[in-house]
């Protein structure tokens, strides 16, 4: 039986509207394409609009001895010198005139005394960099963007989600996707595909991340021939939720450090100088997530397992203005009053820096039409990622994609749809429905959690990794044969059996990474290699697909530009 | 551990009941937390919007025991547990399925709203105290719980003739912009239908977020509206610079 579809057809299809794919239609609207966004929320719901910290820009504006060169000094040493350095250096320059361009478009950030965008300090960050609304810079700049691209006139396809990427030949030709509230089909036709779907925490049972958070655009793009790229580098936040259970893992943002927030464990010590006694509570993710980890490993946590985080030595109002969320969050959620006692935080996944490897310039992947940007791509932030770096990310490298992708639909000829591919996607969709048996879909789902949770965390080593390896394998059998009940109606249990799928296989090429390097670096924290090693220092781990095989290479890493390492060897 | 009983509404546009599920209480427990628990052990197929799950994203509205909230906001503690506890969707959308409604008029709305347009001159230069007023209304989620409540949505239905209090916030933010250049009261009278405002307050109660909706929002703007329509020495020049009514 043949599944009746719908069909659009654009220039250029985005996949994914947070601050990179929004950013990226703006662009490519700019430059006379037809524009499709799809999402699988509500427009204005993305991700983004959970950042919190802040925007990094190299403004001067409370600092006036900032520059690109110190930006991108401090992104490439947080980042372990793994970064594509290009990446690095275009990212740093141009943030800051994104940030212009926000305001330009009606963002709305706090100011200086003399009326100009304030900025705050955050971990890994030389000067006070971080332009900022309180402790809510992620929707400020996702309704900016939002209501900049509505206006300009982009097709919005909400609550829709791709399933499969689909080839003419080589390149790149369209989508197949369905709508979560009826399930039924959709083809997309386009010449050019940014994806822009983010990060992968909801394979880890404690994450800051939401629902949608499944790997998809990685995986599509995978099984559509791109290599991914840094996939062992997953960043744990320092500072989650721990209690109530409920709420565990919910973000508690950088800033509260960056506005003085003192972490101690339970016998009152500032444990941070015993770890980084030179930055303290504002050293890199890396260290003090594994610092919290470390401290509560060894019998020094709280009653719940995590650390004190304490802002209420600063003066209530102060508080509540420059970290409004933060006081209702735990005020809500954990009866806490930040104001006047510590919070109780633990390391938590947060964020991906590895993904779809990409051209620095053009944000293209190795398959022709195909372009990917923010959490999704890998290369600007090499082994970890700075605080306040991602948002400027996806405003910097979101824009180039839109710019390229623009070109390269202009450049590019008529391009077929394949039923054949079309057909065997439906038909993969509609399986789970006919199986009688088989596991739910939520079963599965939370045994991944598990494995990745216990055997690919914080601390790795050989015997966990292929032990999670292993698990994976079965899961993957598992998850080919979930059962899946009701009906295509906005079900969610059907589209978690989807998701699923991305994320297995996201998990894998994350495992198979980090069981390779044999090296501690960054996010990736090898017990049994606990110590840098230089032969790694020049490699990326690159992840392709081989037919049914999940393959694995090393990519050695360009050499850097004298003036750049000049700029880097600074101190 | 002791359970908690809820009745949740299952159903399509056509037809729904509340059905009954058992749900084991934790700590510090949220409505939503229950509702994850149904989907992974119950209803797989039940049908719920979330995002965030932290109150930053407004998207996991609906009425808990009669009132609008945000679900992972709305702690178990807090709700009698000796009954059942009821989560229907919100009443001023038509029901996609379960507790999932049809919001996209709100998005229809947003579009017709005039986008900020900055004034030529401006040096983008602001001080902290006129920006505060404005980044209240910036607080906004969208959770469209105010929409939900506002009568002329809820009882009325007038969605053809009124925009209702979320795009009210909106404006207000473009119209108390420091650099914004237009004015959109045009718009507020006509196509948005301020007038329609009886000013219940209604909206401000249910805001997650704490906006002021009525009083810095509603109230303004409705002030703007009158200057420039009803006041007899604009109404004049309007009428000498030939401008439309």
């Known amino acids: 039986m043949t599944e009746k579809y719908e069909t659009r057809e654009h220039d250029i299809l985005i996949i994914g509207a947070g601050g990179a794919g929004l950013r990226a239609a703006i662009e490519a609207l700019a430059q006379g394409a037809s524009v499709g966004v799809v999402c699988k929320s509500l427009l204005g719901k993305a991700h983004t609009v959970m950042a919190e910290g802040g925007i990094a820009a190299a403004m001067s504006n409370v600092d006036a001895a900032d520059d690109w060169r110190t930006h991108f000094r401090d992104t490439m040493r947080g980042g372990k010198f793994l970064n594509n350095w290009r990446m690095a250096q275009i990212h740093a320059h141009e943030s800051p005139e994104r940030v212009r361009e926000l305001e330009q478009w009606g963002a709305l950030f706090d100011r200086t005394a003399d009326g100009n965008i304030l900025q705050r300090a955050f971990g890994g960050h030389s000067f006070k960099r971080l332009c900022h609304v309180g402790d809510r810079t992620g929707l400020e700049m996702i309704r900016t963007l939002q209501d900049r691209g509505v206006h300009m006139g982009f097709d919005v396809y909400m609550e829709c989600a791709i399933t499969r990427l689909l080839k003419d030949g080589e390149r790149i030709a369209g989508a197949l996707g369905y709508w979560r509230e009826n399930g039924r089909f959709i083809v997309f036709k386009a010449k050019s595909i940014v994806i822009a779907t983010g990060g992968i925490g909801k394979a880890w049972r404690i994450t800051s991340n939401s629902w949608e958070y499944t790997g998809d655009g990685m995986a599509l793009a995978y099984d559509a021939g791109a290599e991914l790229m840094d996939m062992e580098f997953v960043q744990f936040h320092p500072t989650g939720m721990v209690w109530p259970p409920g709420v565990q893992g919910i973000l508690v943002t950088e800033a509260v450090r960056g506005e003085g927030g003192v972490l101690t464990n339970k016998d009152g010590e500032r444990f941070m100088q015993r770890y980084d006694p030179k930055k303290m509570e504002l050293s890199t993710r890396d260290v003090v997530a594994r610092a919290i980890y470390t401290e509560a490993r060894e019998g020094r946590g709280t009653e719940h397992g995590g650390a004190y985080l304490d802002i209420s030595h600063k003066p209530a109002e102060y508080v509540k203005k420059k970290l409004p969320s933060m006081y209702h969050q735990f005020r809500e959620l954990a009866d806490v009053d930040i104001t006047k006692g510590p919070m109780e935080v633990g390391p938590t996944c947060h964020y991906m820096m590895g993904g779809i490897r990409v051209d620095a310039e053009s944000a293209q992947t190795n398959v022709p039409g195909l372009f990917a940007a923010g959490e999704a791509a890998a290369g600007l932030h090499g082994a970890n990622r700075l605080g306040g770096n991602s948002l400027s990310d996806l405003l910097v490298f979101g824009r180039r994609a839109g710019l390229a992708a623009a070109a390269q639909a202009k450049q590019t000829g008529p391009t077929a749809i394949d039923d054949a591919q079309v057909k065997d996607g439906t038909r993969e969709m509609l399986e789970p429905f006919e199986r009688s048996d088989g596991d739910s879909p939520y079963d599965v789902h939370r045994d991944l959690q598990e494995t990745m949770q216990n055997y690919v965390g914080i601390f790795r080593n050989e015997e966990d990794l292929d032990r999670g390896l292993n698990e994976l394998q079965k899961l993957k059998q598992r998850a080919a044969k979930v059962r899946v009940d009701g009906s295509r109606l906005f079900n969610p249990g059907w589209h978690l059996a989807r998701d699923l799928k991305s994320m297995l296989t996201v998990s894998e090429a994350v495992a198979l990474s980090a069981l390779e390097r044999r090296e501690s670096r960054g996010a990736h924290s090898r017990i049994d290699y606990p110590n840098y090693d230089e032969q790694w220092s020049k490699l990326n781990n690159i992840i392709a697909r081989d037919g049914e095989t999940m393959r694995l290479r090393h990519r050695t890493i360009a050499e850097m530009p004298e003036d750049l390492k000049q700029i880097v060897e600074q101190t | ?245």
């Not at chain 2, 995002?51 to 709305?74: D, F, I, Q, W, Y």
């Open chain 2, 1 to 245: 551990m002791a359970d908690a009983t809820f009745e949740v509404f299952r159903g399509d546009r056509e037809s729904g009941e509340l059905l009954e599920y058992h749900v084991p209480i934790a700590p510090g427990m949220v409505v939503l937390d229950a509702l994850h628990y149904i989907q992974a052990h119950q209803a797989p197929d039940l049908a719920v919007r979330w995002n965030c799950k932290a109150g930053k994203c407004g998207s996991c509205s609906a009425e808990v025991n009669g009132r609008p909230r945000l679900t992972c906001k709305t702690r178990l503690d807090a709700l009698p547990l000796d009954e059942p506890i009821t989560v229907q969707p919100m009443k001023a959308f038509p029901v996609l399925k379960d507790l999932v409604t049809d919001v996209s008029w709100n998005y229809r709305v947003n579009k017709k709203i005039l986008p900020f347009t900055p004034r030529p001159d401006a040096e983008w230069k602001m001080n902290q105290r006129e920006v505060d007023r404005v980044q209240e209304f910036r607080k906004c989620i969208e959770c469209f719980l105010c929409q939900n409540v506002c009568h002329v949505l809820r009882d009325h239905d007038k969605k053809e003739q009124f925009g209702g209090p979320r795009f009210f916030v909106r404006v207000a933010g473009l119209e108390m912009h420091p650099l914004d250049s237009l004015s959109r009261t045009q718009l507020l009278k006509n196509e948005l239908g301020i007038g329609l405002c009886n000013i219940t307050k209604c909206c401000t109660e249910v805001c997650p977020e704490d906006i002021h909706i009525t009083d810095n929002a509603i109230i303004p703007l409705k002030e703007r509206v009158v200057d420039d329509f009803y006041d007899p020495v604009r109404w004049f020049l309007r009428k000498l610079a030939g401008r439309k009514g």
